[in-house]
């Protein structure tokens, strides 16, 4: 593209397609897959409750998510050193995740860093803090999980550049570009690899609850509350990976931990639910989605599921029921669609900006942002649902 320019996107294209391709030569595809699958599991395990909602102290977890995803799309281009520096970011952010919740007063003392007002505490400070917790006390004078992170410690080397090995030639004799490197991304897989076990290990040891193998739905049906559980296949998948003899160790702490055995007696002594009462929960939760999103995009939403099963008279009655429900409360389009038609129904009447919205009860921000052309919102959501294919029942 640019010259004299040798690292590209047209070369990181051409790496790609080789890396697709050895991944299902060499039998990765299936096991990377999980692996994301299982790092992606852990942040149902940080607890959501009404104290830390929305305080950022799950951000270290998301954004080490985000980082291992970035990891993987530097490897696939050809960029091993830099998706190895992601990895390094992973692993930090996974630490801290752990480190400002590990007396779960995080939403509280994470303020100032997620605000980058105070700089991110060193692994030496992490550590020493984290293990002073008793699940951890327990854990490392069993299993030496300090060793393993330490090991991977040497991930800081790629941020700067510690000589050929932790360069872009990533140790290797290689072009002065981006190339397909079995070695180089060998290499890196078992960083990745790595990386993910030890921050789900370390994460299941904070949160033993995570272990626990329940079918929740039972008692909460589709909305289980968001204290820290897993679904069973989770829980499967996550023992496959980081080994049966260090899940047991972990779940052998949820019995001895005074936070999960509380969770667990309030679920116990919970009435099952009946199938009807899921049923409700079912109808009311469409009913909330319809109400925003509109039932035409909500149909769109739910093809997956019409495809899956298209005989099912459960769910085609309630397509059906939700269907007209919709078409007799007005709420077909998309709640901005008929938002903006109010306002331009009533700025044709000549009403301004402060009169509707005393009329349709909505701020004057909101309805300042769409009064001068509310047409052309109204048009850009209508191209969106005029994709949507007509479904019959």
């Known amino acids: 593209m640019f010259m004299p320019l040798t690292y590209n996107l047209e070369n990181g294209v051409e790496v790609y397609k080789k890396t697709k391709v050895y991944l299902k030569e060499k039998n990765l595809f299936d096991e990377l897959n999980e692996l994301f699958w299982v790092y992606y599991s852990i942040i149902d395990i940080i607890p959501q409750t009404n104290e830390n909602f929305s305080s950022g102290h799950s951000f270290p977890y998301q954004d080490s998510w985000d980082e291992l995803q970035i990891s993987f799309n530097l490897c696939s281009l050809g960029y091993y050193k830099q998706a190895h520096t992601s990895l390094r970011s992973v692993l930090e952010l996974g630490l801290l995740s752990i480190y400002w919740n590990i007396n779960d007063d995080g939403h509280i003392l994470i ?3 997620l605000n980058s007002k105070e700089d991110t505490p060193r692994l030496e400070q992490i550590w020493k803090k984290i293990s002073k917790n008793k699940n951890f006390e327990a854990f490392q004078k069993e299993n030496n999980i300090k060793d393993r992170l330490l090991k991977l410690n040497d991930l800081h080397n ?3 550049t510690k000589g050929c090995f932790y360069s872009n030639r ?3 004799l290689k072009s002065n570009m981006n190339t397909f490197e079995e070695k180089a991304f060998i290499k890196w897989y078992k960083k990745f690899k790595e990386v993910v076990l030890v921050v789900v290990i370390l994460h299941l040891v904070k949160y033993p609850l995570g272990t626990i193998r329940y079918d929740f739905s039972e008692k909460f049906g589709i909305d289980v509350p968001w204290f820290g559980v897993l679904q069973i296949f989770q829980v499967d998948k996550i023992e496959k990976y980081i080994g049966s003899e260090i899940f047991n160790k972990i779940h052998k702490l949820s019995k001895e931990d005074e ?3 509380k969770i667990m007696d309030i679920v116990d002594k919970k009435k099952n639910m009946t199938e009807q009462d899921i049923d409700n929960q079912i109808m009311e939760s469409n009913k909330r989605e319809i109400e925003h999103d509109g039932f035409k995009m909500w149909i769109k939403n739910q093809q997956w599921i019409l495809e ?3 005989k099912d008279k459960k769910v085609k009655n309630r397509v059906e029921y939700l269907e007209n429900w919709a078409s007799e409360n ?15 129904r009533l700025k044709e009447k000549g009403e301004n900006i402060e009169q509707i919205s005393n009329i349709i009860n909505e701020s004057e921000k909101i309805v300042k942002t769409y009064y001068d052309n509310p047409d052309k919102t109204i048009n850009n959501l209508n191209k969106i649902h005029n994709e949507v294919a007509t479904t019959k029942f």
């Open 308 to 310: 899956k099963f298209p």
């Open 259 to 261: 936070h999960v055995q």
């Open 111 to 113: 303020k100032d860093w």
């Open 330 to 344: 007005g709420y077909i389009e998309h709640k901005l669609i008929r938002l903006c038609k109010q306002i331009k």
């Open 158 to 160: 790629f941020v700067h």
């Open 170 to 172: 990533v140790g290797f």
